[in-house]
């Protein structure tokens, strides 16, 4: 589960000195999922986040330590130190030391683990949703290739039937050979058809199994999303280039406080007695390049700005290529389901004709053959849509809800 700091450790503290509770891992425990609950695709999402291997939550839970550990790096430090004396002995002493004036070095390293720990709870967040989206991808390929799976056998029955009358009319000499060649090639065509379709259900539902760990053959059907196209929920990618931003502009801070000289305070403890003194530490302004370098640090913030700006530019434009694409598909789907209607009106007419002696065997077969794989392909175009609700969703963060990572 992501956590806050606060939730992470009492001692956690915010890096501009507030409760270090965040803002971006708030939003991201507070999306929910967009899957119907009890429906199909939420019984394959469970499945598959009860099997995940858990390398990202793995990964948050090191930040969360580490930024648990800044967290209290304004507290003084205390070690060993040991010195060459003059008599080339070694004097060893205990030190310790408090910063008393650091350029705001310590509060940079706050900042830049708690934007770690962010950056973290967003790649946990990506991570799950793409492999829920992953394992969806394999059930909806698995029942696309059973749809059309149903509409080629269908078809491969039919064809067999018209090539047994063919073999009749073989028999009693109505046809010829040829003919019969003809039609035996189409029906080893529509069963290599169903073959196909089959093998892909297969192979699909395999791949499921073992993303999930389990056999999901008892799942059926497609579920109905919202139309999270037009949701304001902030893309995963724009929301990772925030939480990156934010720690290139903690780093930034750290790198400019060690330019500049800072103070602490020390206190020795050796054999004889407690010896007090002053630390200068940083690097100063000495270095001839230390203007540049400081002056291209503090464009940090700008940079940021701007690289956040065309990542959000980037998502949206994807997510609305993903939409006119969608609405592509569904135009042809209508078109599709147009033609095919005035397909099977022909199929009738075809076959009318053919009782009475007007069309030959083998132009009612030609015009059923094409009306049944115009039939499987319009059945194809509502599983490319529902991929395309399943892509979005991914994109935006909204297959997994929150609280359960």
Do not use: C
């Not at 708690?114 to 990506?126: C, F, H, N, R």
């Not at 800072?262 to 054999?271: F, H, I, K, N, P």
């Not at 270095?287 to 370098?293: H, I, L, Y």
């Not at 009612?364 to 609700?389: F, N, P, T, W």
Request: aromatic share 4%.
């Amino acid at each position: 589960m992501l956590q806050t700091h606060e939730q992470a450790g009492p001692n956690a503290v915010g890096a501009l000195g507030q409760p270090a509770g965040s803002g971006l891992i708030g939003d991201l425990q507070a999306r929910r999922s967009v899957l119907p609950p009890g429906g199909s695709y939420a019984k394959i999402s469970d499945a598959v986040i009860q099997a995940g291997s858990g390398a990202a939550q793995a990964e948050l839970r090191v930040a969360q330590l580490k930024a648990n550990a800044q967290a209290k790096n304004w507290l003084p430090s205390i070690g060993p130190s040991v010195n060459l004396t003059s008599l080339g002995g070694l004097a060893a002493s205990l030190l310790l030391e408090q910063a008393m004036f650091d350029n705001g070095r310590r509060k940079a390293e706050r900042a830049f683990a708690s934007a770690d720990v962010e950056v973290a709870a967003v790649s946990l967040s990506t991570a799950m949703n793409q492999r829920v989206f992953d394992g969806l991808t394999y059930y909806v390929n698995a029942q696309r290739a059973r749809a059309q799976a149903t509409v080629a056998q269908a078809a491969a029955q039919k064809l067999q039937e018209f090539n047994t009358i063919m073999g009749k009319r073989v028999a009693g000499g109505l046809s010829d050979g040829s003919e019969q060649q003809v039609l035996n090639q189409r029906v080893a065509e529509m069963q290599a058809t169903v073959s196909v379709d089959l093998q892909t259900e297969a192979s699909q539902m395999a791949q499921l199994a073992a993303l999930t760990g389990q056999p999901m053959a008892g799942v059926n059907g497609l579920d109905t999303l919202p139309d999270t196209g037009k949701s304001s929920t902030e893309p995963l990618a724009v929301v990772k280039a925030r939480g990156e931003g934010a720690r290139a502009i903690a780093q930034a801070q750290m790198q400019l406080a060690g330019m500049k000289f800072g103070l602490s305070t020390t206190a020795g403890l050796d054999e004889g007695g407690v010896n007090p003194g002053l630390r200068l530490n940083g690097t100063g302004r000495l270095n001839p390049g230390a203007k540049d370098n400081i002056a291209a640090l503090q464009q940090t913030g700008d940079v940021v700005d701007r690289q956040t700006a065309e990542a959000a530019e980037t998502a949206n434009r994807r997510i609305v290529a993903l939409q006119q694409q969608k609405a592509n598909l569904a135009s042809r789907r209508a078109q599709g389901a147009e033609v095919l209607q005035q397909t099977a009106a022909n199929l009738d007419l075809f076959t009318q004709q053919y009782k009475v002696g007007r069309r030959t065997l083998l132009e009612l077969v030609g015009q059923y053959d094409a009306y049944a794989r115009l039939q499987r392909d319009q059945a194809s175009l509502g599983y490319d849509m529902a991929l395309i609700d399943l892509e979005i969703a991914r994109d935006r963060g909204l297959l997994v809800d929150g609280a359960r990572m």
